[in-house]
């Protein structure tokens, strides 16, 4: 059972920067592929970035390219998504997903394990 735990969400003006940190634990299986998603109020949860099991491989959905980097260190089971230009749509509850396959996986129902989400609010 991999256990996922996300930190690093707060509030922030709009074009300001934040850095999640997702902490896996339990397998701590570095060849899994992880995510991250986010979910607004009222809205349905969706795509942010994914990384591949080496982290040579990473895939972003359009509204985040350019402003958002995945990353992650095998060494210390934890995965980055670094975020700058931020803007209030943005604003969300950001999920951190991990995929029992060590290819990138992009849909929410490829993913095997989720943690509780961390806030993210950026002020206009």
């Known amino acids: 059972q991999e256990q996922l735990e996300e930190s690093g969400g707060g509030l922030v003006q709009a074009g300001g920067s934040l850095r999640l940190s997702c902490a896996a634990s339990?397998?701590?299986?570095?060849?899994?592929?992880m995510g991250w998603f986010r979910q607004a109020p009222g809205k349905e949860r969706e795509f942010v970035a994914a990384i591949n099991w080496s982290g040579y491989s990473t895939s972003y959905a359009d509204s985040v390219k350019g402003r958002f980097t995945i990353s992650r260190d095998n060494a210390k089971n934890m995965v980055y998504l670094q975020m700058n230009s931020l803007k209030p749509e943005d604003t969300a509850v950001y999920y951190c997903?991990?995929?029992?396959?060590?290819?990138?996986?992009?849909?929410?129902?490829?993913?095997?394990?989720w943690g509780q989400g961390t806030q993210v609010t950026v002020s206009s």
């Open positions: 997903a991990a995929a029992a396959a060590p290819n990138i996986r992009t849909r929410e129902y490829q993913y095997d394990y």
């Open positions: 339990g397998r701590t299986d570095s060849s899994y592929a």
